[in-house]
């Protein structure tokens, strides 16, 4: 089992990005998959999160309106849509399975300033 995040980097506040996390060695669809993110001196916290099956989502409050976790089946890809980026969504951000073992992503960084 592998997941590998990618699309992280530098953007203003303000703006969008979206991050991508590729999976292999289970299908996306059958586990339960969520985004979380570390900023620097913090903890790690539940972002997002889309269930096995037909795909019920749920967010963070600090997110919710902002961020859209979703997932292509062909692809066996999580994606984590961001937009109106906040200086404090700056952090690490992590892709998480549960299958229900646990099985995490190397993250990649997001910064938000200008």
């Known amino acids: 089992v592998q997941l590998v995040e990618s699309g992280g980097g530098l953007v203003q506040p303000g703006g969008s990005l979206r991050l991508s996390c590729a999976a292999s060695?289970?299908?996306?669809?059958?586990?339960?998959m969520s985004w979380h993110r570390q900023a620097a001196g913090k903890g790690r916290e539940l972002v997002a999160i889309?269930?096995?099956?037909?795909?019920?989502?749920n967010y963070a409050d600090s997110v919710k309106g902002r961020f859209t976790i979703s997932r292509d089946n062909a692809k066996n890809t999580v994606y984590l849509q961001m937009s109106s980026l906040k200086p404090e969504d700056t952090a690490v951000y992590y892709c998480?399975?549960?299958?229900?073992?646990?099985?995490w992503g190397q993250g990649t960084q997001v910064t938000v300033s200008s």
């Open positions: 998480k399975a549960s299958k229900p073992d646990t099985y």
């Open positions: 060695g289970f299908t996306v669809s059958s586990a339960l």
């Open positions: 889309i269930a096995r099956g037909i795909g019920i989502t």
